[in-house]
């Protein structure tokens, strides 16, 4: 008999307790025959609601919990088990093959406190258990618990800041994201840099007037040469109304992520016998860029680009920018916007 269909086992004394939850009985068994010979008891769960009937009952020690699943998701699976106060104690680890920002920042604003990819890793998955599991004896206060939600992001790239409203000033960061500030604005925490403090204010009055109801403001970007790092501003925390009779208190959560085209640049001078240099130029005359402002980027007079682009276009064996930006396009296809170009 499948794992996933056996009945729910009487549970061992002392041992600690999973709740598994997918849709999925073929992705169920192999990590549930690999935690049961570890020691474990475990319990599963295909579907929403059966879950929340399990946690409430067996008051498992951590959820593995699958995030898309029909009838009730595993975004709110958890949101539920954390509105409990007999469940709302329980570390949730996501399973999912959802990698956007999106659904990482939507799993730990639903309650999770790590992440793990699919196909899962049964030896992956216990060793963040592990690491929650000694956690969660000594946790009692939920900031701790955000704090290292929060930190999981690290992991994935996605470092995290909070910033006050009421004076800017930056008040808490991740270790990723203290390493990001200082290499791309040279500044260390509490100094927010001054063009995410700008960009901030551009967009605290409407998300103040409009709520929970608002858009997501347009993203920032910071560029250096083939990196740039992404802002997002994601959502407040804490009390909107501690900050006295201008309304404006709270901090704000703002999730960073690197990118870089350096895999790109490698492409476009491999496909085209460019030296480093003209790659970068090409790949900013892909994007759009003028010479001037590939000057700037590059720290490079205008004509030298204007060289430059002379070159590109007789290794290319075409006569304008426009044709050798969609040469490029489509001899490197990591330059479409697709794939984050």
């Not at 999925?24 to 319990?43: I, K, R, S």
């Not at 049964?122 to 258990?129: D, G, H, L, Q, S």
Request: charged residues 25%.
């Amino acid at each position: 008999m499948p794992a996933s269909l056996r009945p729910v086992p009487l549970l061992r004394r002392d041992a600690l307790v999973v709740l598994i939850v997918d849709d999925v009985p073929d992705n169920v068994a192999p990590l549930h025959d690999a935690l049961d010979e570890a020691g474990y008891d475990v319990l599963v769960a295909l579907d929403g609601e059966t879950a929340l009937r399990r946690a409430a009952q067996a008051l498992p020690d951590v959820i593995l919990l699958d995030a898309v699943m029909p009838g009730i998701d595993g975004f709110e699976v958890a949101r539920r088990l954390k509105a409990d106060k007999r469940t709302a104690q329980m570390p949730i680890i996501f399973m999912t093959g959802l990698t956007e920002t999106e659904h990482l920042v939507a799993a730990l604003d639903a309650g999770g406190i790590d992440y793990v990819t699919k196909p899962i890793k049964p030896r992956e998955v216990m060793a963040r258990m592990g690491v929650h599991l000694r956690t969660a004896r000594r946790v009692h206060e939920g900031a701790v618990e955000r704090e290292q939600a929060r930190n999981a992001l690290d992991a994935f790239g996605y470092a995290s800041i909070t910033v006050r409203e009421r004076d800017g000033r930056l008040v808490w960061q991740t270790p990723l994201a203290r390493e990001l500030l200082q290499r791309y604005c040279g500044t260390s925490a509490p100094e927010t840099p001054p063009a995410v403090l700008q960009w901030l204010r551009r967009h605290w009055p409407e998300l103040r007037c409009a709520g929970r109801a608002a858009q997501e403001p347009p993203r920032l970007t910071l560029e250096s040469g083939p990196r740039r790092l992404t802002f997002r501003l994601h959502l407040q925390v804490g009390d909107p109304d501690e900050g006295g009779a201008q309304g404006e208190g709270g901090d704000w959560l703002i999730v960073m992520q690197e990118t870089s085209d350096a895999s790109v640049l490698e492409g476009l001078a491999q496909a085209f016998g460019l030296t480093a240099r003209e790659a970068e130029v090409l790949y900013w005359v892909a994007k759009g860029k003028i010479n001037r402002d590939i000057g700037d980027i590059l720290g490079a007079s205008p004509a030298t680009v204007k060289k430059h682009l002379e070159r590109i276009h007789a290794k290319l064996g075409v006569e304008t920018r426009t044709a050798a930006a969609a040469m490029a396009i489509n001899r490197v296809p990591l330059l479409r916007p697709q794939h984050g170009g």
